[in-house]
Each structure stands twice: as structure tokens, then as C-alpha cells.
């Protein structure tokens, strides 16, 4: 199985030439970004799946209805098997505008069982700022169940202790990113990479006239831009179609121990090695035998240990890697050793640790 993923690899590397890429690809604008909201809330409606009794439910409760205009006894702790406490998560988009709606995130707090058949009661959502940004509201769609038997055995599928409501939280307040009055606009790289980041500066430079745009670091280019909001969307939606030829990526293996899987890029680079990998195997037998005494002697039936134990080495014989130029040779060279996917974790780790093996190995 590994033969044919390194094989389809090395496919794919020599036959994948190098193209072009539109600058919106390799990353995005300073301040153009989704803000986390998070509130805290009650669903109701539950068919015995709730929280019961538990305090914080019991106070989340009295909140609720003092809000609308009624009030518990106190002393008084209903029963809230129909109710659960609960966090509602939500993403803000980059100009999102009130009245505009919002996916939701809905997960248990508490010891509620299940949130399928629920409803969430009206939210505000909060941003780091402590501010609302967002109203949520609606009914649960729950994946996953839940049921149990009275000598308690029970069986979950998925998880209904958490569920989602398209649409379920309107915004309210918009965030200011003040890319219309910031003195310049900052493109920042998804990934840190000089070369790319000179490339990007220099296709704006060719498109907009020198001096346009400065590379500050790896990963930030700083474009100098007229004030004025429509002007400075114009020319953002410009340059995040130009289209550079981003840097190769550094020459890494990254290795997940765990399930055997081993990907390799293209920039990886072998130099001259002598590998051999041999399998040391010890058995051990164990076996009883009764000792049956000769008749009417006066001797008893015993129980008899015999154990055996073997020793056995693989042979396999010392390979030569040859210094490789190219994805498709280290993979020949990994087919040739014929290493197992616990195997090759170490004989790369080996070869990395020779200094064979020029790349950054990375073992999940």
C-alpha cells in the first residue's frame, strides 16, 4: 500500500509543473478577517433531556423570566428536565452588515442528554470585545441521538448534545476594520516566504508603478493606497487577481506515525546513503503433556512444562541509495529497501539524522 502512495506521489510531482497563482490565493488583506461571537443561553422544548435541576439552569431560568416580566418564588426550584444551559458560537464575516444572518453553534454545558427537538431562547452574541454583535434565536437541528434502557444500557449515535441553526443569529452592530483610512494597506502571507513575498511586491509594482508596494518582511507587503473607501476596494480587488508564481515550499516529509501515512514534496533532496533494515524475530512455545503413571503402580498423573524458544533474523542484504535529484528517486529508493510504514518512520529518521536525507522531517 505504501509502494503505491509514494508511486502516486512521485506521479503527481513530475507531471504537476510549476503555475502561477492569483495573489488572493497565497493569503489576504490586514484587517480583513472573521471575528469569534460566543453567548450564553437556555433551550427549552426538550423532551426530558434536560439539565433537571441544576442550579445555574435554575438561575439561567429565573433571568430569562425576569426579563420578560415574571418572577419565580424563590425557594422555589422548578424542575427544568425540558431546559438546558448551553454556549452558541458563531463566526462573524468581514463586513457583515445588520440585518444579515449568521450560522450558530449550539453545545450543551450542563448534563443534558440531548438538544434534539429544543429551541434556543433569544441570545445576544458577544464579541472579544465584550460588545453584541449578534441576536440568536430559533430552533435545533440535532445529528445525533441518543437512548437508554431502564437497566441502563444505553447507545449514542453521533453527538445530539450539540447541534446547528442556519440562519439562526441576525448581526446587529457592524466590526470597523478601517482599511478606507488607514495610511497604507498591509497584504499578509498565509505562509512565511521572502521570495514570495518580493514577487508579490514586485507584480504590484509592474501593474501600478514602482514604489506601489514594499515587502516589509516574509510574510507582510505594504501597499500604499488613496484614501477613500470605493477607491481602495477597486484597487484591492486588482491586485488580489494579479497572478504570481509562488517560491517552492522547503523540502519537507511529513510522517504520521499513527496510520503509516508518509507524504513527501517535491524539494526533497537524498544524498549518497547504505541502508539495511533487518527483522529480528523471537518465538517462544509453550506446551503441556500429562505423565501417565504405568498401571496399578502406585504413582500419579503429573502435568509436564515443555517450552521452546527461537530466534529468527531476516536477512536482508545492504541497499545504496543514490544521491536523488527528484521526488520520483527517493521514492524508488523507499520502494527498493521495501519498508513498512512503522519501518520507514525509522529509517527516514535515520537517514535525517545521517544527513542524507535533506529535508525538515515531521512526525505527526
Given at each position: 500500500?505504501?509502494?503505491l502512495?509514494?508511486?502516486?506521489l ?11 497563482q ?10 480583513i ?6 453567548g450564553?443561553?437556555i ?14 439552569t ?5 433571568s ?33 452588515k ?10 450543551s454545558?450542563?448534563k ?21 454583535y ?7 437541528a440535532?445529528?445525533g441521538?441518543?437512548?437508554e ?13 450539540s ?5 439562526g ?16 494597506l ?46 481602495r ?14 517560491a ?13 501515512t508518509?507524504?513527501i ?37 503429573v ?15 545492504m ?15 523507499v ?28 512526525i505527526?
Open positions: 500500500m505504501i509502494r502512495c509514494l508511486a502516486a512521485a506521479l503527481l510531482a513530475a507531471a504537476a509543473p510549476a503555475s502561477a492569483r495573489v488572493k490565493d497565497l493569503g489576504g488583506f490586514q484587517g478577517r472573521t471575528n469569534q461571537l460566543t450564553y443561553g433551550v427549552v422544548g426538550l423532551p426530558g433531556t434536560g439539565d433537571d435541576n441544576l442550579e445555574y435554575v438561575q439561567s431560568m429565573k430569562v423570566t425576569s426579563r420578560l416580566g415574571l418572577q419565580l418564588p424563590s425557594g422555589v426550584a422548578p424542575g427544568l428536565k425540558n431546559a438546558a444551559v448551553v454556549m452558541v458560537t458563531a463566526e462573524l464575516p468581514a463586513f457583515a445588520p440585518g444579515q444572518k449568521l450560522d450558530i453553534t449550539v453545545s454545558m450542563g443534558s442528554k440531548s438538544l434534539r427537538g429544543g429551541t434556543l431562547i433569544l441570545t445576544p452574541l458577544q464579541g472579544a470585545d465584550g460588545q453584541i449578534a441576536m440568536a434565536q430559533g430552533n435545533l440535532v445529528g441521538l441518543g437512548a434502557g431502564k437497566d441502563g444500557s444505553q447507545i449514542v449515535v453521533n453527538t445530539p448534545s447541534g446547528r441553526i442556519p440562519e443569529a441576525t448581526v446587529e452592530r457592524t466590526v470597523d476594520t478601517g482599511f478606507d483610512r488607514s495610511p497604507f498591509t497584504f499578509n502571507l498565509a505562509r512565511a516566504d521572502f521570495t514570495t513575498a518580493q514577487r508579490v511586491q514586485d507584480a504590484i509594482n509592474t501593474r501600478f508603478g514602482g514604489g506601489r508596494a514594499r515587502a516589509i518582511d516574509g510574510v507582510s507587503i505594504a501597499v500604499s493606497a488613496p484614501a477613500g473607501a470605493d477607491i476596494a477597486e484597487l484591492m480587488s486588482e491586485i488580489e487577481n494579479l497572478t504570481v508564481e509562488a517552492e515550499a522547503p523540502a519537507r516529509v511529513i510522517v504520521n506515525a499513527r496510520t503509516g508518509v507524504v514534496n517535491s524539494a526533497v533532496r537524498v544524498t549518497p546513503a547504505a541502508v539495511t533494515h533487518g527483522k529480528l524475530t523471537v518465538r517462544i512455545d509453550e506446551r503441556q503433556e500429562a505423565s501417565q503413571p504405568a498401571p496399578f503402580s502406585k504413582g500419579e498423573t502435568m509436564e512444562q515443555h517450552s521452546g524458544v527461537g530466534v529468527e533474523e531476516e536477512k536482508r542484504p541497499f545504496l541509495i543514490e544521491p536523488g535529484p527528484k521526488l520520483a528517486d527517493v521514492v524508488k529508493a520502494n527498493a529497501i521495501g519498508a513498512s510504514p512503522a519501518d520507514l518512520v525509522a529509517i527516514l529518521e535515520a537517514l535525517k539524522e545521517a544527513g542524507a536525507l535533506k529535508a525538515e522531517l515531521i505527526l
